[in-house]
Each structure stands twice: as C-alpha cells, then as structure tokens.
C-alpha cells in the first residue's frame, strides 16, 4: 500500500495542513467515501471531527462525489473535478476516480467540522 497523505483544511483560518498517515490511519479511512464525517481520533486528532471532501490516486486522478464505488472509470464530465471546460457547454470524456477510499489512493482531502480541545497546530507541532 502506497503512503497515504491526508490535506486538511481548516476553514475558520483558510489554512491547509498536509499529514503523513501511517498505516493504521491509513487503515481507517479505507472504504470510507467523499461526504463522511468521521472521528478525527481515529487520524490522530483527538476532539475534532473531519468530513472527507476529496483525493487522488496513485496516477493523479481525481476523487469524483457522483462516481460510486472505488473503482476508475471513464465518464462525461461537464465540470470540475477532473475537467474544467474552457468553452461554454463543453464536455469532454475524462478517467476518474470514485467516491470510495481504496488502498490506490494517496491523497485525501478533507475539512475541519469541529474543533477539539487543543489548537491544531499544536497537535501537529507546527
């Protein structure tokens, strides 16, 4: 299993946060999918609470909300992500990846839900 980063937004600051996750986090969020709120215990950030928004795979493609399970697949797109039109009513045929987190993916983004105890940096020792 390639290593798995975690991107976290936090959006009271408009700040991002890029965490290694080792393999027993990494374990956690496998098979979870784009929308989840989950425990930020189980990623090591006791108190918060995070929802998953995105990611990438081992390739470079893109997370898709609407393309269910953890597989890749071709599909017309009109809009981000994974094409952005330069013409109006443009679409074009694109590979994404699904929703659901899969051992092929190496990036995830998410966002803060809720703050725990602690300042976020500080957990993070930045």
Not at 6 to 13: E, I, R, S, W, Y
Not at 69 to 76: D, E, I, P, S, T
């Amino acid at each position: 299993m390639p290593e798995m980063k975690l991107v976290l937004a936090n959006p009271k600051n408009g700040k991002t946060y890029q965490i290694t996750l080792d393999e027993k986090k990494s374990r956690a969020l496998i098979g979870r999918k784009i929308g989840e709120v989950i425990s930020g215990d189980l990623i090591g950030l006791p108190g918060y609470e995070v929802e998953i928004t995105g990611g990438s795979d081992k390739d470079g493609f893109p997370m898709r909300p609407d393309v269910h399970g953890g597989v890749r697949k071709r599909v017309l797109l009109s809009g981000p992500p994974g094409f952005h039109p330069t013409r109006p009513g443009e679409r074009r045929r694109k590979t994404v990846r699904g929703n659901m987190i899969t051992d092929e993916i190496v990036q995830v983004n998410a966002k803060i839900v809720k703050e725990g105890e602690k300042p976020i940096e500080e957990i993070l020792g930045k």
